[in-house]
């Protein structure tokens, strides 16, 4: 009955994990380029009476005797699937058709990783995020260009006065990683990568299996609501019948106490 105490406890604290995560996953289902994750559960180690195999008066055990420990939460797994688009109309809002991510040049002179597309144009005239970080391969748009222009594969051009044709500015390069769920999340919708992602792999939009681009919407995020709720009920209705298990636990320990009385 101690045994039971523990293993419900395990089942509880496993199921405040999945609720934490709904919670996230809800709480970022209007944030642009946001990827929902769900949590990944695994049994803990048994306590075995009887392996199967195990010799007996007639022969070998066709099965074991085991007792199970309880659960544990080993890994937030995130779905990179697309999300729906949404037009803005803005030249520097970009949505991702496919596979790739946005390379941005942080300040410590990393690069992180993003599918949000919603660009700015800061002071200087550089194409940066919403927190002042400059795309990466950097592109500088002139301060009297009348017009933006981003095509499926990248190439970003604007019209200048008194110019005939269209200048090009540069061209947008989107990376990819053999396993995206590897990426770290950091916050502020980007990843960073780590050993179990890859190095990215990296070259214009279009090319090698990589998505291209959509000007003027954004990606929005790929979170069910009503997928959410069902795993918000399932969560708690779990949590709910561990911590009845604590309870007939409990009552069968008062049971055993009151037998001397």
């Known amino acids: 009955m101690i045994r039971a105490l523990y293993t419900a406890a395990s089942g509880m604290n496993a199921q405040q994990t999945s609720i934490d995560n709904v919670a996230h996953n809800?709480?970022?289902?209007?944030?642009?380029?946001?990827?929902?994750?769900?949590?990944e559960f695994e049994d803990l180690f048994y306590q075995h009476t009887r392996v199967p195999g195990a010799a007996t008066t007639t022969g070998d055990s066709p099965t074991g005797l085991e007792v199970g420990l309880g659960t544990r939460v080993v890994a937030t797994s995130?779905?990179?699937?697309?999300?729906?688009?949404?037009?803005?109309?803005?030249?520097?809002?970009i949505a991702i058709q496919g596979d790739g991510f946005f390379q941005i040049n942080m300040p410590d002179g990393t690069t992180a990783f993003t599918r949000a597309g919603a660009l700015h144009r800061d002071g200087q005239g550089l194409v940066v995020t919403a927190d002042g970080y400059a795309l990466e391969p950097q592109i500088s748009i002139p301060e009297n260009a009348t017009s933006i222009?981003?095509?499926?594969?990248?190439?970003?051009?604007?019209?200048?006065?008194g110019q005939s044709a269209a200048q090009q500015?540069?061209?947008i390069?989107?990376?990819?990683f053999q396993n995206p769920s590897g990426l770290t999340p950091m916050g502020g919708n980007l990843f960073q990568v780590t050993?179990?992602?890859?190095?990215?792999?990296?070259?214009?939009?279009?090319?090698?299996?990589?998505?291209s681009l959509q000007q003027g919407?954004?990606?929005?995020s790929n979170v069910s609501v009503v997928e959410e709720m069902v795993n918000m009920i399932?969560?708690?209705?779990?949590?709910?019948?561990?911590?009845?298990?604590?309870?007939?636990a409990d009552e069968m320990l008062a049971q055993v106490n009151n037998i001397v009385r």
Do not use: M, W
Request: glycine share 12%; charged share 20%; net charge neutral.
């Open 26 to 39: 809800l709480a970022n289902v209007n944030t642009a380029g946001y990827k929902k994750s769900h949590v």
């Open 234 to 248: 399932l969560g708690q209705r779990a949590y709910e019948a561990s911590s009845k298990v604590i309870k007939a």
């Open 169 to 171: 500015l540069g061209v």
């Open 149 to 161: 222009s981003i095509t499926r594969d990248g190439v970003v051009s604007a019209t200048i006065p």
């Open 78 to 93: 995130r779905d990179f699937t697309t999300g729906s688009f949404r037009a803005t109309g803005s030249p520097l809002d």
């Open 195 to 211: 050993s179990a992602s890859g190095e990215p792999q990296t070259g214009p939009a279009g090319t090698e299996q990589r998505g």
């Open 173 to 176: 390069e989107l990376a990819t």
């Open 217 to 220: 919407y954004l990606e929005d």
